[in-house]
């Protein structure tokens, strides 16, 4: 039995369900709305590598290492994005979650903290994991801002850690979360999204 079973997490219209080839269309469209392989400091495919993309998050869960989810609009059924269970080392129970892009149309919506909520209360709810952990590049700044604004603690920098598209070697900023300290954090996270829908 793997320690991540395929599960569909929804909440606040939005879907998460495990990610697939018939969501090949729909994250090429996802990728398309912005250009977002373009950012130098992120690894989003060019929508002609989606499916190389998809094929290789299924690699990974058949190897045990990542479980990738596809985010939809609940509603509609459109590929908003994708984010992944990574690194996931059972024998600590220990996840860390990654691997997330958003279409720029959604970003800086209620989608991301949405998402991260179904994620984070999945693994220390159901997985009872001990840790959640992320990770990104030191030139990364609104994944840095987004992972602090979750409640995660910034654990260090580790340096010459990872080569980058252009071929560059990127410093790792590593962040994590212990489940004690996650109900303040599910907290704050609920708080931001009743902020998020009154403002609307």
Same mark, same amino acid.
């Given at each position: 039995?793997?320690?991540?079973?395929? @599960?569909?997490?929804? =909440?606040?219209?939005?879907?998460?369900?495990?990610? %697939?080839?018939?969501?090949?269309?729909?994250?090429?469209?996802?990728?398309?709305?912005?250009?977002?392989?373009?950012?130098?400091?992120?690894? @989003?495919?060019?929508?002609?590598?989606?499916?190389?993309?998809?094929?290789?998050?299924?690699? %990974?869960?058949?190897?045990?290492?990542?479980?990738?989810?596809? @985010?939809?609009? =609940?509603?509609?059924?459109? &590929?908003?994005?994708?984010?992944?269970?990574?690194?996931? &080392?059972?024998?600590?129970?220990?996840?860390?979650?990654?691997?997330?892009?958003?279409?720029?149309? &959604?970003?800086?919506?209620?989608?991301?903290?949405?998402?991260?909520?179904?994620?984070?209360?999945?693994?220390?709810?159901?997985?009872?994991?001990?840790? &959640?952990?992320?990770?990104?590049?030191?030139?990364?700044?609104?994944?840095?801002?987004?992972?602090?604004?979750?409640?995660?603690?910034?654990? %260090? @920098?580790?340096?010459?850690?990872?080569?980058?598209?252009?071929? !560059?070697?990127? =410093? !790792?900023?590593?962040?994590?979360?212990?489940? %004690?300290?996650?109900?303040?954090?599910?907290?704050?996270?609920?708080?931001?999204?009743?902020?998020?829908?009154?403002?609307?």
């Amino acid at each position: 039995m793997a320690f991540i079973e395929p @599960v569909t997490l929804r =909440d606040r219209g939005v879907r998460l369900e495990p990610l %697939g080839l018939e969501h090949e269309a729909g994250l090429a469209a996802a990728a398309a709305d912005g250009e977002l392989w373009k950012i130098r400091v992120t690894s @989003v495919p060019e929508p002609q590598e989606t499916r190389s993309y998809i094929e290789t998050a299924l690699l %990974g869960r058949e190897q045990g290492h990542r479980f990738a989810f596809a @985010v939809l609009d =609940d509603a509609s059924g459109k &590929v908003l994005g994708t984010t992944s269970y990574h690194d996931i &080392v059972p024998a600590i129970r220990r996840v860390e979650i990654g691997y997330t892009w958003y279409a720029a149309s &959604v970003q800086r919506s209620h989608v991301n903290t949405s998402a991260k909520l179904l994620l984070l209360a999945h693994a220390f709810g159901t997985l009872a994991c001990h840790v &959640v952990g992320w990770r990104t590049d030191n030139f990364n700044f609104a994944s840095q801002r987004a992972i602090e604004r979750l409640g995660a603690k910034k654990d %260090g @920098v580790i340096r010459g850690h990872a080569l980058r598209r252009d071929g !560059t070697i990127r =410093d !790792t900023v590593m962040y994590s979360m212990r489940s %004690g300290e996650w109900p303040e954090a599910r907290a704050q996270l609920l708080y931001l999204l009743e902020q998020h829908a009154t403002a609307k």
